[in-house]
């Protein structure tokens, strides 16, 4: 297995026992010792769990937007895939999907179980829907060999398309099905193999919590955990439970065991780390916490990350943005986005907020910060 239990609780050991040392230090500070305002604020930060950075998200979105350039033919500004929808979850791979296009990019997949396809073409004729994934109950009377050629014949359905995408997210919808999750796992291996990124949510986390080695130092990897989905990824690669009074160095050290793919632990503020530093946006965003918000930011995530990988190329880029991962600046601008929009959506609709009501505001919270024209 690839991660060593011994090793890792002595790293986190010696680590919190720094953490606790430093808490000491700064609690006497704070105690009538003459300490600047840095220091205090340092002291409050590290005694919430360790100092972080406030990410200049919007600085982040202006910077890797692209402009609505004349020459530039359909796909230049994106082809999104999404891996999920199964017979319970249709509308999480919509919402990551068609939040894809609402952002900007031009081409949106989702690749999905035969059921679920026909109810998400009905539910957006902008959607590109590939009924091409496999539950084991449908299955059921095939034997094993019959399964290894429907196994191949969904790897090599996927395989026509794959070389033109430019991230994938898995997990929205997917579902669990082991049979399903193996095909998933095969999809993954192949985008790797092929340098195309990937971002983890959902049902994907809980297929890479179980095969770490699918994304383990695959630096074109996003995880986007929630709570629970963080505290499986914490129990199982660092073997401990989730400690809220080392929440940044946990995160650090989580993502460097995991050979710095980036991950994005959502909550009250969402944190970012690729194992180098820890970031966090903070913006207002809603009250409400209707489900599908996360599939939001996983279809934006895949869009931004892909921009600011153009954008690390392009000759007018700004210095310190240039410098920083395009992972972190995808997960930094995503996040923002989303915040923005759930507080736009919820100004106007309040206790009835909904996922649908956020998607519908993406477009006007990214002109405001970077206007079409
Ligand atoms: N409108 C839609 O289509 C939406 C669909 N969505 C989709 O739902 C999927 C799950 O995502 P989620 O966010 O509910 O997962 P999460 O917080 O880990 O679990 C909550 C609790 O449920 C349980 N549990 C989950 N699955 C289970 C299973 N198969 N069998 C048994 N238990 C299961 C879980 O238990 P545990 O994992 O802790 O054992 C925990 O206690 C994912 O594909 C997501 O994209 C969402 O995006 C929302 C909008
Ligand atoms: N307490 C909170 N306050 C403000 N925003 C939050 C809070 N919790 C989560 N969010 C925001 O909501 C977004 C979705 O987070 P959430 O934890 O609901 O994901 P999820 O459970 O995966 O969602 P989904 O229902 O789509 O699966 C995050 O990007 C985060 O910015
Ligand atoms: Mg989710």
């Known amino acids: 297995m690839f991660v060593k239990h011994g090793m890792n609780s002595g790293f986190s050991s010696l680590a919190s026992s720094a953490v ?8 006497r500070s704070l105690k009538g010792y003459s300490v600047s305002d840095k220091i205090r ?11 972080s950075l406030e990410a200049n998200a919007e600085s982040v979105l202006r910077t890797i937007t692209p402009s609505l350039d004349p020459t530039r033919h359909k796909g230049q500004a994106g082809k999104i895939a999404v891996i999920g929808g199964c017979r319970e979850y249709t509308g999480a791979p919509y ?14 997949h989702v690749f999905c179980t035969e059921g679920a396809a026909t109810v998400i073409k009905s539910y957006s004729p902008e959607l590109i829907v590939h009924p ?18 429907i196994s191949k014949k969904i790897l090599s359905e996927f395989d026509k398309w794959m070389e033109r995408f430019d991230c994938l997210v ?34 994907g986390l809980f297929l890479v919590t179980n095969s770490i080695e699918l994304v383990s130092g695959y630096r074109l990897a996003v995880l986007i955990p929630n709570v629970n989905e963080y505290k499986r990824l ?13 929440t940044h160095g946990e995160l650090l050290s989580l993502s460097k065991q995991i050979g710095n793919v980036t991950i994005l632990r959502k909550g009250k503020s969402d944190l970012i780390s690729d194992g180098e530093k820890v970031q966090s946006v903070s913006i207002y965003g809603s009250p409400r916490r209707c489900g599908g918000q996360g599939d939001i930011l996983s279809g934006s995530v895949a869009v931004f990350l892909f921009w600011a990988r153009q954008c690390n190329s392009a000759a007018e880029r700004e210095s310190t943005i240039s410098r920083t991962n395009p992972t972190v600046l995808g997960c930094i601008a995503g996040s923002a986005l989303l915040r923005k929009a759930a507080a736009l959506a919820f100004e106007h609709k309040k206790r009835s907020t909904l996922t649908t009501d956020i998607i519908e505001h993406l477009g006007q919270s990214l002109e405001a910060i970077s206007p079409a024209s």
Not at 20 to 26: C, E, H, Y
Not at 41 to 51: D, F, Q, R, T
Not at 183 to 200: F, G, H
């Open 41 to 51: 604020m340092e002291a409050v930060k590290c005694l919430s769990g360790g100092a």
């Open 170 to 203: 898995v997990g929205p919808g997917l579902g669990r099905d082991p049979f399903l999750l193996e095909c998933v796992s095969k999809i993954m291996t192949r985008a790797r193999q092929s340098n195309v990124p990937i971002v983890v949510d959902g049902d």
């Open 95 to 108: 919402f990551a999907a068609i939040s894809a296009l609402k952002i900007g990019a031009d081409l949106s």
């Open 234 to 246: 914490v129990q199982k690669v660092l073997g401990y439970d989730v400690n809220d009074q080392n």
């Open 20 to 27: 606790l040392r430093r808490q000491q230090f700064l609690i």
């Open 132 to 149: 091409i994934l496999e539950e084991s109950y449908n299955i059921s009377g095939v034997n094993d060999e019959g399964k290894r050629d």
